[in-house]
């Protein structure tokens, strides 16, 4: 069976929930996985590793710059090993927004990077008023109101599919 790494950027936490249940289903699968957050660990053994799996969320149309510099950093390192990358974010709450191919976000951030994960998962976030500070409540509310999405301040919404990161979950085993 085999090590596998689940690193996590995460904003508010969906990211990791996303990356825990990941780890469940592979660990029940006979897999040994480890989660960890990109930005608090600074460097991992990654050669330690028979498969990674790199997971982001999204903030104001950006992943956060840790993550770019760890795929910078560590390039050829993953293209040489089984790997894979799932994106959060709550334009995926939209099933034609699901894809690598049609999530703005995450083909963005593959074409920019150099490298390319041979699988790709695109997942709907949560969104959490109440955990949020002020101003990032009321950005984000303004943003859901224009995209016609909740804005209820008090509300609590996941968007995720969890068949959907199952299924992925499933082709991490097949990786």
């Known amino acids: 069976m085999k090590r596998i790494l689940i ?59 840790a993550l770019y510099q760890f795929v910078e950093r560590n390039a050829a390192l993953l293209a040489s090993k089984p790997s894979a990358f799932y994106a959060v ?13 049609t999530n703005p976000y995450t083909r ?8 390319k994960p041979a699988l790709v998962g ?4 949560k969104i959490n008023y109440p955990q949020l500070g ?16 909740p804005t209820d301040p008090r509300s609590v919404t996941d968007f995720t599919d969890w068949t959907q990161v199952e299924a992925f979950g499933r082709k991490l085993t097949e990786q």
């Open 134 to 149: 002020p101003l990032d409540r009321n950005v984000i509310r303004f943003i859901m109101w224009m995209t016609k999405g």
């Open 7 to 65: 690193a996590c950027s995460t904003v508010d936490g969906h990211t990791v929930e996303i990356g825990r249940r990941l780890q469940e289903q592979l660990a029940t699968r006979g897999h040994t996985p480890e989660l960890v957050q990109l930005e608090q660990t600074p460097s991992l053994p990654l050669a330690d590793y028979d498969q990674i799996v790199i997971g982001a969320s999204i903030r104001y149309g950006h992943f956060r710059p």
């Open 108 to 115: 963005k951030f593959l074409a920019k990077v150099p490298w």
């Open 122 to 125: 695109v997942f709907g976030g």
């Open 89 to 101: 974010n709550a334009v995926a709450r939209k099933p034609a927004k699901q894809t690598a191919e």
